[in-house]
């Protein structure tokens, strides 16, 4: 387990350092998914204080049994009807994608930041606004008061990391072509288990890795 960690750190300074990059821009979000608790607390202790989920409730459970120093990551698709259960608790939410969920999103109160989910690829399984529309949402959101710190997406699934390169290309294009006019949106929340190297060189500021640290099963987190 934290032998996995020791490996995904160092596989992310070289990849920074390769890029010509300090490897202290990039965030590692350990993501939790199907993870145990026991392994959560193990990477905690080794520390890491980045954590990601994708489901709402199990975001908010887990986040009552772990220190305040902990920095929570909501990185799924996020349903209306769920805020209520993730916005007290997660510092940063990867997937604001369509304007109702702004509207809930903005609540009472300041909100958590949030970064806007783009569809580089183009898949309709996928969630995330198209490249054309990542501007409009990002006004938008912070219009209604949220903060929105840059963009996310997740490439194609492929067993080949440099599939990866043109997608995570596009959205540090993309975020290059929005920056001058709407400043202060420097995050990109890009790779995964499979192509964090890639997305390392790429640009990415925030990496979201769960498989190649626990080795659970060869679903994508």
């Not at 990477?43 to 980045?50: F, I, Q």
């Not at 009552?64 to 209520?84: C, E, M, T, Y």
């Not at 043109?166 to 192509?195: K, N, Q």
């Not at 790429?202 to 769960?210: H, P």
Request: glycine share 10%; aromatic share 4%; net charge neutral.
């Amino acid at each position: 387990m934290v032998g996995g960690l020791t490996s995904i750190r160092s596989r992310v300074a070289a990849a920074a350092m390769r890029s010509g990059r300090d490897p202290s821009e990039v965030t590692l979000v350990v993501v939790g998914k199907e993870a145990a608790l026991d392994d959560l607390w193990m990477v905690y202790a080794a520390g890491v204080r980045d954590f990601g989920e994708n489901r709402a409730d199990q975001l908010a459970d887990r986040a009552s049994l772990f220190p305040g120093d902990v920095r929570w990551h909501f990185i799924g698709r996020l349903q209306r009807n769920k805020v209520a259960r993730v916005r007290p608790v997660v510092t940063l939410l990867h997937s604001l994608d369509r304007p109702q969920l702004i509207e809930r999103w903005s609540g009472d109160g300041p909100p958590p930041p949030a970064l806007v989910q783009v569809n580089v690829s183009g898949e309709p399984q996928k969630g995330g606004v198209s490249p054309a529309e990542a501007a409009q949402l990002v006004e938008k959101a912070r219009i209604a008061g949220i903060e929105v710190r840059g963009l996310m997406t997740m490439a194609p699934l492929d067993p080949d990391p440099e599939a990866a390169r043109p997608h995570f290309a596009a959205l540090r294009l993309l975020r290059d072509r929005l920056l001058p006019d709407l400043p202060g949106l420097t995050e990109l929340s890009m790779g995964m288990s499979g192509d964090f190297e890639v997305a390392v060189e790429e640009g990415a500021t925030i990496l979201r890795v769960g498989r190649a640290i626990f080795r659970q099963s060869p679903k994508e987190v």
